[in-house]
Protein backbone atom coordinates (compact mmCIF):
# COMPACT_ATOMS: atom_id res chain seq x y z
CA UNK A 1 0.00 0.00 0.00
CA UNK A 2 3.18 2.03 0.59
CA UNK A 3 4.23 1.74 -2.76
CA UNK A 4 1.08 2.64 -4.24
CA UNK A 5 1.13 5.91 -2.39
CA UNK A 6 4.67 6.38 -2.97
CA UNK A 7 3.63 6.11 -7.02
CA UNK A 8 0.42 8.08 -6.81
CA UNK A 9 2.12 11.03 -4.77
CA UNK A 10 5.54 11.33 -5.81
CA UNK A 11 7.61 11.33 -9.57
CA UNK A 12 9.66 14.47 -9.05
CA UNK A 13 12.88 14.50 -6.83
CA UNK A 14 14.27 18.12 -6.83
CA UNK A 15 17.71 18.12 -4.84
CA UNK A 16 19.58 21.18 -3.54
CA UNK A 17 23.28 20.38 -3.67
CA UNK A 18 24.09 23.82 -1.99
CA UNK A 19 23.08 26.66 0.22
CA UNK A 20 25.47 28.91 -1.58
CA UNK A 21 25.05 31.16 -4.53
CA UNK A 22 27.62 33.92 -5.77
CA UNK A 23 24.47 35.70 -5.99
CA UNK A 24 20.68 35.69 -5.71
CA UNK A 25 17.73 36.55 -7.19
CA UNK A 26 14.67 38.26 -6.22
CA UNK A 27 13.20 34.70 -4.93
CA UNK A 28 15.85 34.97 -2.42
CA UNK A 29 15.63 38.41 -0.04
CA UNK A 30 17.54 37.36 3.14
CA UNK A 31 19.10 40.45 4.25
CA UNK A 32 22.90 38.20 5.36
CA UNK A 33 23.57 34.87 3.62
CA UNK A 34 24.25 32.27 6.71
CA UNK A 35 25.59 29.45 5.15
CA UNK A 36 25.70 25.43 6.94
CA UNK A 37 29.29 24.04 8.20
CA UNK A 38 30.32 21.77 5.71
CA UNK A 39 29.60 19.08 7.62
CA UNK A 40 26.03 19.53 8.16
CA UNK A 41 25.91 19.15 4.38
CA UNK A 42 25.31 16.36 2.44
CA UNK A 43 28.47 15.05 0.85
CA UNK A 44 28.01 14.28 -3.04
CA UNK A 45 28.25 10.31 -2.19
CA UNK A 46 25.34 10.55 0.10
CA UNK A 47 23.81 12.66 -2.24
CA UNK A 48 23.73 10.02 -5.10
CA UNK A 49 22.79 7.23 -2.48
CA UNK A 50 19.33 9.22 -1.82
CA UNK A 51 18.80 10.05 -5.46
CA UNK A 52 19.60 5.93 -6.12
CA UNK A 53 16.85 5.30 -4.00
CA UNK A 54 14.30 7.78 -5.11
CA UNK A 55 14.96 6.37 -8.89
CA UNK A 56 14.85 2.58 -7.62
CA UNK A 57 11.17 3.43 -6.04
CA UNK A 58 10.04 4.54 -9.46
CA UNK A 59 11.18 8.46 -9.95
CA UNK A 60 11.66 9.30 -12.99
CA UNK A 61 12.67 13.23 -13.25
CA UNK A 62 15.69 14.88 -11.11
CA UNK A 63 16.05 18.47 -10.83
CA UNK A 64 19.38 19.63 -9.32
CA UNK A 65 19.02 22.91 -7.42
CA UNK A 66 20.68 25.23 -5.13
CA UNK A 67 21.85 27.28 -3.92
CA UNK A 68 23.62 27.99 -7.17
CA UNK A 69 24.34 24.15 -8.11
CA UNK A 70 27.48 24.58 -10.31
CA UNK A 71 29.45 26.18 -7.58
CA UNK A 72 29.27 22.64 -5.45
CA UNK A 73 32.82 21.47 -6.18
CA UNK A 74 32.86 18.08 -8.26
CA UNK A 75 28.99 18.81 -8.77
CA UNK A 76 29.49 17.61 -12.17
CA UNK A 77 30.93 13.84 -10.57
CA UNK A 78 27.25 13.72 -9.74
CA UNK A 79 25.30 14.98 -12.08
CA UNK A 80 27.17 12.20 -14.57
CA UNK A 81 26.27 9.48 -11.93
CA UNK A 82 22.46 10.81 -11.69
CA UNK A 83 22.16 10.74 -15.41
CA UNK A 84 22.92 7.25 -15.82
CA UNK A 85 20.63 5.84 -13.20
CA UNK A 86 18.78 3.16 -15.00
CA UNK A 87 15.12 4.14 -15.00
CA UNK A 88 15.14 7.98 -15.22
CA UNK A 89 14.11 9.79 -17.75
CA UNK A 90 15.06 13.38 -16.98
CA UNK A 91 17.99 15.06 -15.49
CA UNK A 92 16.82 18.91 -15.04
CA UNK A 93 18.78 22.23 -13.58
CA UNK A 94 18.00 25.41 -11.91
CA UNK A 95 20.62 27.35 -12.09
CA UNK A 96 21.42 31.69 -12.34
CA UNK A 97 23.41 31.11 -15.01
CA UNK A 98 26.59 32.81 -14.14
CA UNK A 99 28.41 29.21 -14.61
CA UNK A 100 26.83 28.07 -17.54
CA UNK A 101 29.39 29.85 -20.20
CA UNK A 102 32.03 27.79 -18.83
CA UNK A 103 30.27 24.15 -18.19
CA UNK A 104 27.15 24.12 -20.85
CA UNK A 105 28.84 21.84 -23.54
CA UNK A 106 30.12 19.33 -20.02
CA UNK A 107 26.30 19.33 -18.82
CA UNK A 108 25.10 18.35 -21.98
CA UNK A 109 27.46 15.27 -22.58
CA UNK A 110 26.66 14.42 -19.10
CA UNK A 111 22.73 13.85 -19.87
CA UNK A 112 21.26 17.06 -18.65
CA UNK A 113 18.11 17.15 -20.53
CA UNK A 114 16.40 20.71 -19.25
CA UNK A 115 17.86 23.98 -17.92
CA UNK A 116 15.94 26.36 -15.78
CA UNK A 117 17.69 29.61 -15.39
CA UNK A 118 16.36 32.56 -13.39
CA UNK A 119 16.04 35.94 -14.90
CA UNK A 120 13.92 38.23 -13.02
CA UNK A 121 15.40 41.83 -14.69
CA UNK A 122 17.29 42.65 -18.15
CA UNK A 123 18.46 46.12 -17.08
CA UNK A 124 21.88 45.72 -15.75
CA UNK A 125 21.92 47.89 -12.32
CA UNK A 126 18.58 46.56 -11.52
CA UNK A 127 19.43 43.20 -11.81
CA UNK A 128 22.94 43.60 -9.49
CA UNK A 129 20.24 45.25 -7.34
CA UNK A 130 18.05 42.66 -7.13
CA UNK A 131 20.95 39.62 -7.23
CA UNK A 132 23.12 42.06 -5.07
CA UNK A 133 25.98 41.32 -6.90
CA UNK A 134 25.17 39.47 -10.25
CA UNK A 135 26.59 40.54 -13.54
CA UNK A 136 23.68 40.40 -16.19
CA UNK A 137 25.96 39.83 -18.83
CA UNK A 138 27.56 37.13 -17.43
CA UNK A 139 24.09 35.46 -17.03
CA UNK A 140 22.82 36.52 -21.00
CA UNK A 141 26.52 34.57 -22.06
CA UNK A 142 25.75 31.55 -20.34
CA UNK A 143 21.95 31.40 -21.51
CA UNK A 144 23.72 31.61 -24.63
CA UNK A 145 26.18 29.55 -24.44
CA UNK A 146 23.12 26.33 -23.44
CA UNK A 147 21.21 27.90 -26.17
CA UNK A 148 24.12 26.91 -28.44
CA UNK A 149 24.28 23.38 -27.18
CA UNK A 150 20.16 22.33 -27.82
CA UNK A 151 19.23 20.81 -24.81
CA UNK A 152 15.64 19.53 -25.19
CA UNK A 153 14.05 22.91 -23.01
CA UNK A 154 15.56 26.00 -21.56
CA UNK A 155 13.25 27.88 -19.60
CA UNK A 156 13.73 31.29 -17.82
CA UNK A 157 11.95 31.69 -14.42
CA UNK A 158 11.40 35.26 -13.58
CA UNK A 159 9.74 36.69 -10.04
CA UNK A 160 7.69 40.01 -10.76
CA UNK A 161 7.36 42.58 -7.94
CA UNK A 162 5.44 45.37 -8.29
CA UNK A 163 7.43 48.76 -7.67
CA UNK A 164 10.21 46.43 -8.73
CA UNK A 165 10.18 45.02 -12.11
CA UNK A 166 6.67 45.00 -13.65
CA UNK A 167 7.59 47.14 -16.51
CA UNK A 168 9.88 44.44 -18.00
CA UNK A 169 7.19 41.39 -18.43
CA UNK A 170 7.13 41.78 -22.14
CA UNK A 171 10.90 42.44 -22.30
CA UNK A 172 11.21 39.64 -20.25
CA UNK A 173 9.03 37.20 -22.95
CA UNK A 174 10.83 38.61 -25.78
CA UNK A 175 14.04 37.77 -24.95
CA UNK A 176 12.64 34.45 -23.92
CA UNK A 177 10.98 34.61 -27.39
CA UNK A 178 14.33 36.34 -29.85
CA UNK A 179 15.71 32.93 -28.37
CA UNK A 180 13.04 30.40 -28.77
CA UNK A 181 13.00 29.28 -24.88
CA UNK A 182 10.59 29.16 -22.16
CA UNK A 183 9.73 31.31 -19.69
CA UNK A 184 7.67 30.91 -16.55
CA UNK A 185 6.34 33.49 -14.14
CA UNK A 186 6.02 32.59 -10.75
CA UNK A 187 4.49 34.61 -7.85
CA UNK A 188 6.60 35.47 -5.46
CA UNK A 189 6.34 32.67 -1.93
CA UNK A 190 6.03 33.61 1.77
CA UNK A 191 9.43 32.07 2.50
CA UNK A 192 11.49 33.79 5.08
CA UNK A 193 10.76 37.39 7.30
CA UNK A 194 11.84 40.38 4.98
CA UNK A 195 11.79 43.63 5.37
CA UNK A 196 12.72 45.05 1.53
CA UNK A 197 9.06 45.12 0.43
CA UNK A 198 5.76 44.17 1.90
CA UNK A 199 4.84 41.09 -0.03
CA UNK A 200 0.58 42.20 0.24
CA UNK A 201 1.44 45.00 -2.06
CA UNK A 202 4.13 44.24 -3.99
CA UNK A 203 2.64 40.85 -5.05
CA UNK A 204 1.43 40.50 -8.84
CA UNK A 205 -0.16 37.54 -9.13
CA UNK A 206 0.02 35.24 -12.46
CA UNK A 207 -3.43 36.25 -13.73
CA UNK A 208 -2.69 40.27 -14.05
CA UNK A 209 0.51 39.15 -15.55
CA UNK A 210 -1.66 37.05 -18.02
CA UNK A 211 -3.92 39.93 -18.45
CA UNK A 212 -0.65 42.45 -19.51
CA UNK A 213 0.47 40.13 -22.22
CA UNK A 214 -2.60 39.51 -23.75
CA UNK A 215 -2.64 43.20 -24.27
CA UNK A 216 0.89 42.34 -26.67
CA UNK A 217 0.61 39.03 -27.56
CA UNK A 218 -2.47 36.05 -28.57
CA UNK A 219 -2.57 33.29 -26.14
CA UNK A 220 -3.37 30.02 -26.43
CA UNK A 221 -3.70 27.87 -23.13
CA UNK A 222 -2.51 24.03 -23.73
CA UNK A 223 -2.90 21.15 -22.19
CA UNK A 224 1.13 20.13 -20.89
CA UNK A 225 0.65 18.90 -17.75
CA UNK A 226 4.19 17.57 -16.07
CA UNK A 227 2.11 17.29 -12.87
CA UNK A 228 3.30 20.15 -11.51
CA UNK A 229 2.81 23.69 -10.82
CA UNK A 230 2.85 25.27 -14.31
CA UNK A 231 -0.01 26.29 -16.82
CA UNK A 232 1.28 27.10 -20.05
CA UNK A 233 0.35 29.34 -22.74
CA UNK A 234 1.39 29.67 -26.49
CA UNK A 235 2.68 32.55 -27.99
CA UNK A 236 1.23 32.52 -31.49
CA UNK A 237 4.00 32.42 -34.22
CA UNK A 238 6.06 31.08 -31.81
CA UNK A 239 7.69 28.24 -29.99
CA UNK A 240 7.99 29.97 -27.16
CA UNK A 241 5.50 29.24 -24.20
CA UNK A 242 4.67 31.48 -21.33
CA UNK A 243 4.01 29.45 -17.93
CA UNK A 244 2.50 30.70 -14.53
CA UNK A 245 3.10 29.08 -11.43
CA UNK A 246 0.42 30.50 -8.95
CA UNK A 247 1.01 29.59 -5.32
CA UNK A 248 -1.20 32.44 -4.10
CA UNK A 249 -3.73 32.38 -6.87
CA UNK A 250 -4.29 28.80 -7.58
CA UNK A 251 -3.48 26.22 -5.46
CA UNK A 252 -1.39 23.69 -7.41
CA UNK A 253 -1.40 21.11 -4.45
CA UNK A 254 -3.82 18.61 -5.54
CA UNK A 255 -1.69 17.67 -8.86
CA UNK A 256 1.74 18.14 -6.89
CA UNK A 257 4.26 15.73 -7.54
CA UNK A 258 7.36 16.61 -6.20
CA UNK A 259 9.63 16.10 -3.01
CA UNK A 260 12.38 18.38 -2.16
CA UNK A 261 15.71 17.19 -0.46
CA UNK A 262 17.59 20.24 1.16
CA UNK A 263 21.55 20.60 0.72
CA UNK A 264 21.87 19.26 4.62
CA UNK A 265 19.70 15.95 3.38
CA UNK A 266 15.89 17.05 5.13
CA UNK A 267 13.34 15.65 2.82
CA UNK A 268 10.78 18.30 2.38
CA UNK A 269 7.35 16.56 1.20
CA UNK A 270 5.84 20.42 0.52
CA UNK A 271 7.25 23.94 -0.27
CA UNK A 272 4.86 25.55 2.09
CA UNK A 273 5.16 23.11 5.35
CA UNK A 274 7.47 22.22 7.85
CA UNK A 275 6.85 18.28 7.33
CA UNK A 276 9.95 16.60 6.79
CA UNK A 277 11.80 13.95 7.45
CA UNK A 278 15.85 14.06 8.18
CA UNK A 279 17.49 11.33 5.57
CA UNK A 280 20.87 12.70 6.74
CA UNK A 281 20.92 10.46 9.56
CA UNK A 282 19.46 7.29 7.80
CA UNK A 283 22.38 7.72 5.43
CA UNK A 284 25.22 8.22 7.74
CA UNK A 285 24.21 5.77 9.67
CA UNK A 286 26.07 2.27 8.68
CA UNK A 287 23.31 0.07 9.74
CA UNK A 288 20.70 1.34 7.15
CA UNK A 289 20.61 -0.52 4.18
CA UNK A 290 19.61 0.46 0.97
CA UNK A 291 16.44 -1.08 1.46
CA UNK A 292 15.58 -0.02 4.61
CA UNK A 293 16.57 3.85 3.01
CA UNK A 294 13.83 3.01 0.48
CA UNK A 295 11.02 2.23 3.10
CA UNK A 296 11.84 5.01 5.35
CA UNK A 297 10.95 7.09 2.11
CA UNK A 298 7.89 5.51 1.30
CA UNK A 299 6.76 5.78 4.50
CA UNK A 300 7.41 9.38 4.85
CA UNK A 301 4.60 9.97 1.80
CA UNK A 302 2.37 9.61 4.63
CA UNK A 303 2.86 12.67 6.18
CA UNK A 304 3.07 14.76 2.77
CA UNK A 305 0.11 17.21 3.68
CA UNK A 306 -2.93 17.80 1.39
CA UNK A 307 -1.90 21.42 0.45
CA UNK A 308 -0.38 24.34 1.79
CA UNK A 309 -1.78 28.02 3.50
CA UNK A 310 -0.20 31.44 2.64
CA UNK A 311 -1.67 34.53 4.23
CA UNK A 312 0.66 37.94 2.90
CA UNK A 313 -0.84 39.91 5.80
CA UNK A 314 0.30 37.48 9.04
CA UNK A 315 3.72 36.98 9.50
CA UNK A 316 5.59 33.89 7.05
CA UNK A 317 5.13 30.62 8.26
CA UNK A 318 7.87 29.30 6.87
CA UNK A 319 11.10 30.69 8.06
CA UNK A 320 13.38 29.19 5.87
CA UNK A 321 14.33 31.53 2.56
CA UNK A 322 14.53 29.85 -1.20
CA UNK A 323 18.13 28.85 -0.63
CA UNK A 324 17.96 26.93 1.88
CA UNK A 325 14.98 24.91 0.12
CA UNK A 326 16.10 24.11 -2.53
CA UNK A 327 14.66 25.75 -6.25
Known amino acids: MLVDRFNRTVNYLRISVTDRCDF ?4 CMAEEMTFLPR ?14 AFVALGVKKIRITGGEPLVRKNVLWLLEKVAAL ?12 SQLSKVAPALKQIGVKRINVSLDSLHPLKFKSLTRTGDLQTVIDGIDAACE ?14 GRNEDEIVNLVEFARHREIDISFIEE ?63 FCSTCNRVRLTAEGRLL ?20 SDEALEEAIRESMNIKPERHEFDLNE ?11 GG
Open 149 to 162: QNFQKIKLNAVILK
Open 269 to 288: LCLGNEHSVDLRALVRDPSV
Open 189 to 251: MPLGAIKEHDRALSLMTSEEIRQHLSAHYELTSLEDNTGGPSRYYALANSTTRVGFISPHSNN
Open 86 to 97: PGLNELVITTNG
Open 39 to 52: DQVLSLEETYRIAK
Open 24 to 27: RCVY
Open 315 to 325: EPQIVRFMNMT
